[in-house]
């Protein structure tokens, strides 16, 4: 699995979800990839001026390749996404964190069954885990972004087995 796998991805469930309502080709957009997330300029001016609420915004990954003690490798992915929408005042924000809640729940399910079903990246396995000590999940509100922006950080793993091989045309010395 690959960053642009994962993006892909995203951007798919985006598309589907009657929530989110991403629909690129009606230039109704409503999922950023942040792939600089030092970048916090990019993000505010994506939120005010580009992005339709609610709206999933999904982290660049953090990868770490593992052998797991054994001959079985693995890439795991560690990932956060944000569903957030605009909110002013105590109730209307308390009403957006749980919309955003709820919907970024929605993603978690669905991620879990494509996981399951083996749908989740085509061709590839990919094994998706939220309740791994290791993991380092979390469910966290958020907010206030950029300007009244309110909702949820959601952290979860992806893990990939790959195969360590060498092929010697890539080598000098192995030719």
Same mark, same amino acid.
């Given at each position: 699995?690959?960053?642009?796998?994962?993006?892909?991805?995203?951007?798919?469930?985006?598309?589907?979800?009657?929530?989110?309502?991403?629909?690129?080709?009606?230039?109704?957009?409503?999922?950023?990839?942040i792939?600089?997330?030092?970048?916090? #300029?990019?993000?505010?001016?994506?939120?005010?001026?580009?992005? #339709?609420?609610?709206?999933?915004?999904?982290?660049?990954?953090?990868?770490?390749?593992?052998s797991?003690?054994?001959t079985?490798?693995?890439?795991?992915?560690?990932?956060?996404?944000?569903?957030?929408?605009?909110?002013?005042?105590?109730? +209307?924000?308390?009403?957006?964190?749980?919309?955003?809640?709820?919907?970024?729940?929605?993603?978690?399910?669905?991620?879990?069954?494509?996981s399951?079903?083996?749908?989740?990246?085509? *061709?590839?396995? +990919?094994?998706?885990?939220?309740?791994?000590?290791?993991?380092?999940?979390?469910?966290?509100?958020?907010?206030?972004?950029?300007?009244?922006?309110?909702?949820?950080?959601?952290?979860?793993?992806?893990?990939?087995p790959?195969?360590?091989?060498?092929?010697? *045309?890539?080598?000098?010395?192995?030719?």
């Amino acid at each position: 699995m690959t960053e642009a796998d994962l993006k892909q991805y995203f951007d798919k469930l985006a598309t589907q979800s009657v929530d989110i309502k991403h629909d690129p080709a009606a230039k109704k957009k409503s999922f950023f990839y942040i792939d600089n997330p030092f970048d916090l #300029q990019a993000i505010e001016n994506a939120l005010r001026n580009t992005i #339709q609420v609610p709206a999933l915004l999904l982290d660049v990954p953090e990868i770490k390749p593992d052998s797991n003690g054994s001959t079985n490798y693995t890439v795991s992915m560690d990932c956060t996404f944000s569903i957030v929408t605009k909110a002013k005042g105590t109730d +209307a924000i308390e009403a957006a964190r749980t919309q955003c809640y709820q919907i970024g729940m929605k993603f978690l399910s669905t991620m879990h069954a494509d996981s399951r079903k083996g749908t989740m990246i085509p *061709g590839k396995r +990919a094994y998706f885990r939220i309740n791994e000590d290791q993991c380092n999940v979390g469910l966290s509100p958020i907010g206030p972004m950029a300007i009244d922006f309110y909702g949820w950080l959601f952290s979860f793993r992806i893990v990939c087995p790959f195969s360590i091989t060498v092929n010697s *045309g890539d080598w000098q010395d192995l030719s």
